[in-house]
């Protein structure tokens, strides 16, 4: 399995001209998985040789807005880049609680840039209630034995966050390959001793 790691941005609190807020593309077979989406990401997307489109999966750190504030205009701009294909699974968004609904609500609050079907009812954006639109977020919970959250496993390979100190809940996400036997010819080393 080959990967690589483009950093689209390593700039702290706020970009410059020259280093774009938090964000990193892992890639690995044909999709991309992304770590953080500082505002100006599209931006830093466009500038490299990597495709928005093949997110699959994106992980948000902690809920600071030089790692999450890019994330609706990305959203909308993948909604919007898509084809109809209802096989097509959706983008995967995992990150502390509060991100899902900042995200319901930016998508909401800017329904003039997304697909209007996707977002019908905002009968609630001035109650505490949570839209009834979209499907509902998942809450992940931690494993007392690893003192970890299992995100997502593959067949080749886990991905696990795990709590890190910081102002804000924070989180730091291990993807780790599964052990691979390997293939052992018994006979030819017996045979060379």
Not at 11 to 37: M, N
């Amino acid at each position: 399995m080959s990967m690589d790691i483009t950093f689209l941005g390593t700039g702290s609190a706020y970009p410059s001209p020259t280093r774009g807020a938090s964000a990193l593309v892992l890639r690995r077979e044909g999709e991309c998985w992304l770590f953080d989406c500082g505002e100006g990401t599209q931006t830093q997307l466009m500038r490299s040789h990597l495709r928005a489109g093949r997110i699959t999966k994106i992980f948000i750190t902690h809920l600071h807005g030089d790692h999450f504030f890019g994330l609706p205009g990305l959203l909308c701009t993948l909604s919007l880049q898509s084809s109809p294909d209802p096989h097509k699974a959706p983008v995967d968004i995992y990150g502390p609680l509060g991100l899902h609904s900042f995200v319901r609500r930016s998508l909401e609050l800017s329904h003039s840039q997304c697909p209007a079907e996707e977002f019908k009812d905002f009968s609630s954006l001035d109650r505490d209630e949570v839209s009834p639109q979209g499907p509902p977020g998942r809450r992940i919970h931690l494993d007392p034995v690893e003192d970890c959250y299992s995100l997502v496993e593959e067949e080749q390979l886990v991905v696990k966050a795990f709590r890190l100190f910081h102002r804000v809940p924070s989180f730091g996400f291990v993807v780790e390959e599964k052990p691979r036997p390997g293939k052992l010819n018994v006979q030819k080393l017996k045979d060379l001793g």
